[in-house]
Structure formats: structure tokens, C-alpha cells
């Protein structure tokens, strides 16, 4: 069965990796969706995100990432899919999740939200965390992966350069 597990992923964090290895060991195809619009201004460009995640995800065989635009039920219709992955990190997630998981049948029953649990390890992790610690200088090694902590930092160099904030 095909997987899309959808995000922003502004940038993919060691949480977002555990989902997608743990998505990728149960679903025979996993395909990682990333949206455009966040809410803020990104960090990173949809081009930047899906080249990140490309990087990280190349050992995992049944894994491709590409972009996606408007409503996620029709992309996972168009793709063949018949499931949205969803990771869950702690109980604070779930009401959004839940409300968007049924609004999400509402408009296409047949397809299926499967939430998975990050580790234990991964649970106070978000992308808006792991910016807000490398912008003040703190480390995020262990945070996310080694390749994204170095755009992390050039992108917080070039920010710095043209006074810019996300
Ligand atoms: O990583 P995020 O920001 O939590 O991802 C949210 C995302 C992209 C999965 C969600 O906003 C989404 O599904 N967007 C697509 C638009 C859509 O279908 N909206 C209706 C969902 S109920």
C-alpha cells in the first residue's frame, strides 16, 4: 500500500526522520509531500525543502519527496495513495489532528489517516523550535540531521548578512 506522509517540513527535523523510517518499514511506498504555505514567512523555499529531505531520505528505498499544492485529500487521490501519515507527538497534537484527519474523510471517505508515534526522544521536537534555538545560538545537533543543521546555520549567516527574521 502507498503512503503520503504531508508536512512542511521548514526544515525536516530527527522527529519528521522517525516518522518517515518507521512509515517507510510498514507501507510498501512512501511518498513525503511538502506544502508551500506555512503560516509565517519559511525559512527555507519549497525547492530548498524537498532537495533537504531528498538528501536525508536516499537510503530509504521505498521513500520519494516532492512537492504538493492545494487540498492534500485530492494530491493522495491523484498520487494512487490510500493513506496520510500523520506523526504524533504528544497528546497536544491530537485534537488539530483529529479535526483535520476527519475533515480530511469527510472530503475523500476512502482514504485513511494513519498516526504514528515518534520516539519518546523526538516528542518536544518541531521545525519552529529547532529555528527558534539556532537563531539565539544554541545547538541543534542531534536535532535534526547533520545537512540540515549546515543550511541552518549558512541560512541564519545570510539572514544575519541582510538583517532578515523568520
Ligand atoms: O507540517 P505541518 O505544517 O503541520 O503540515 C500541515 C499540512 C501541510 C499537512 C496541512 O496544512 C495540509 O494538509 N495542507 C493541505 C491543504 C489541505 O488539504 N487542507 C485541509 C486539511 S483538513
Known amino acids: 500500500m502507498k503512503a503520503v506522509y504531508p508536512?512542511?517540513?521548514?526544515?525536516?527535523?530527527?522527529?519528521?526522520?522517525?516518522?518517515?523510517?518507521?512509515?517507510?518499514a510498514v507501507f510498501d511506498e512512501v511518498i513525503v509531500a511538502v506544502a508551500p504555505n506555512v503560516g509565517k514567512e519559511p525559512m527555507f523555499t519549497v525547492d530548498e525543502r524537498v532537495g533537504m529531505l531528498?538528501?536525508?531520505?536516499?537510503?530509504?528505498?521505498?521513500?520519494?519527496?516532492e512537492a504538493f499544492e492545494g487540498l492534500l485529500v485530492s494530491y493522495v487521490s491523484n498520487r494512487g495513495a490510500g493513506v496520510i501519515i500523520k506523526g504524533l507527538r504528544a497528546i497536544s497534537d491530537f485534537e488539530f489532528e483529529f479535526e483535520m484527519a476527519l475533515?480530511?474523510?469527510?472530503l475523500a471517505p476512502s482514504i485513511d489517516t494513519v498516526f504514528m508515534m515518534t520516539g519518546v526522544e523526538h516528542s518536544y521536537l518541531s521545525s519552529s523550535i529547532v529555528k527558534e534555538v539556532a537563531k539565539l545560538g544554541g545547538s541543534v545537533g542531534g536535532l535534526v540531521p547533520p545537512l540540515v543543521e549546515d543550511h541552518l546555520q549558512r541560512r541564519l549567516r545570510e539572514g544575519a548578512r541582510r538583517n532578515k527574521q523568520w
Not at 508536512?7 to 517507510?24: L, M, W
Not at 531528498?54 to 519527496?65: E, S, W
Not at 475533515?103 to 469527510?106: I, T
Open 54 to 65: 531528498k538528501d536525508v531520505c536516499a537510503p530509504l528505498k521505498n521513500v520519494t519527496v
Open 103 to 106: 475533515m480530511n474523510r469527510k
Open 7 to 24: 508536512g512542511s517540513f521548514d526544515p525536516v527535523t530527527n522527529g519528521h526522520t522517525d516518522i518517515i523510517e518507521r512509515a517507510a
